[in-house]
């Protein structure tokens, strides 16, 4: 069982950052919602419990984590801002994304065209595909890490982490994609047959394999440019 913060919020970390809320508790940190105070902008501020501090496995993970994530300069990812040590821990604070959280459009039972779930597809498609060429590690996909942007593309806190990546780690990404993008597809809207078959490839339900990340690309532009054409 994860631990509950022990913080009293509203407080402040380093004279900078006041936190506001929990957003996120996790086996080795807790993620708050901040303001840092000197710029008046809103962030996200993941901090070690003080436990984990003290184990250097843990802590090597968490810079390791946070170096990689500052190498990845990428427009679609949450980018991470500075690294500091306070209160006998250590601390990131990170971009914090606004757009509206793919988790609460499940909830409330939302649901996105063919165009906008190709789109999102083909953007992990593309950030996966990275990821293996570097043989870079990353977090399961995960709806309340993927927002929708007013400019109607997604969004995401940032996947990569330290580590090995796996074999066949991008399939299995895409597959759990797939899982979860699939009931909100409009079931009215144009292209959507084409789409679901491209899902079921995804998650090999009516092949002896499924469909390859690189082939998976190409497929998902072939339909992209198919929808243009249609407009």
Same mark, same amino acid.
């Given at each position: 069982?994860?631990?509950?913060? !022990? +913080? ?8 900078? %950052?006041? #936190? ?11 993620? %708050? ?5 000197? #710029? ?12 984990? !501090? ?8 968490? $810079?390791? =984590? ?14 991470? @801002? ?16 606004? /757009?509206?959280?793919?988790? !609460? ?20 498609? %593309?950030?996966?595909? %990275? ?9 399961? $996909? ?9 400019? /109607? ?11 090995? +990546?796996?074999?066949?780690? =991008?399939?299995?990404? #895409? ?16 292209? =959507?047959?084409? @789409? ?8 090999? =339900? ?26």
């Amino acid at each position: 069982m994860i631990p509950k913060a !022990a +913080r009293s919020l509203p407080c402040m970390i380093a004279d900078q %950052y006041i #936190l506001s809320s929990v957003l996120e508790e996790k086996e080795d940190s807790v993620v %708050y919602e901040a303001t840092q105070k000197d #710029l008046q902008r809103e962030v996200l501020l993941e901090s070690l419990r003080v436990d984990a !501090a003290g184990d250097e496995d843990k802590v090597r993970f968490f $810079f390791e =984590t946070c170096r990689l994530q500052a190498r990845i300069r990428h427009s679609a990812l949450a980018a991470p @801002l500075e690294v500091l040590e306070a209160e006998n821990t250590w601390h990131v604070a990170r971009e914090r994304i606004h /757009g509206e959280p793919l988790d !609460a459009m499940v909830n409330a039972g939302r649901t996105l065209s063919a165009e906008m779930v190709c789109g999102l597809l083909q953007q992990l498609c %593309y950030m996966h595909l %990275y990821f293996d060429m570097e043989h870079i590690a990353s977090i399961p $996909f995960s709806p309340e890490h993927t927002y929708l942007m007013d400019f /109607g593309g997604f969004r995401f806190d940032h996947m990569a982490v330290a580590g090995v +990546r796996r074999s066949g780690e =991008t399939q299995r990404q #895409l597959s759990a994609v797939a899982d979860v993008v699939e009931p909100l597809l409009d079931r009215q809207s144009v292209f =959507t047959h084409t @789409l679901l078959q491209i899902m079921d490839q995804i998650r090999n =339900t009516r092949a002896w394999s499924p469909i390859s990340p690189a082939v998976l690309d190409e497929e998902l532009i072939r339909l992209q440019m198919e929808m243009i054409h249609r407009k």
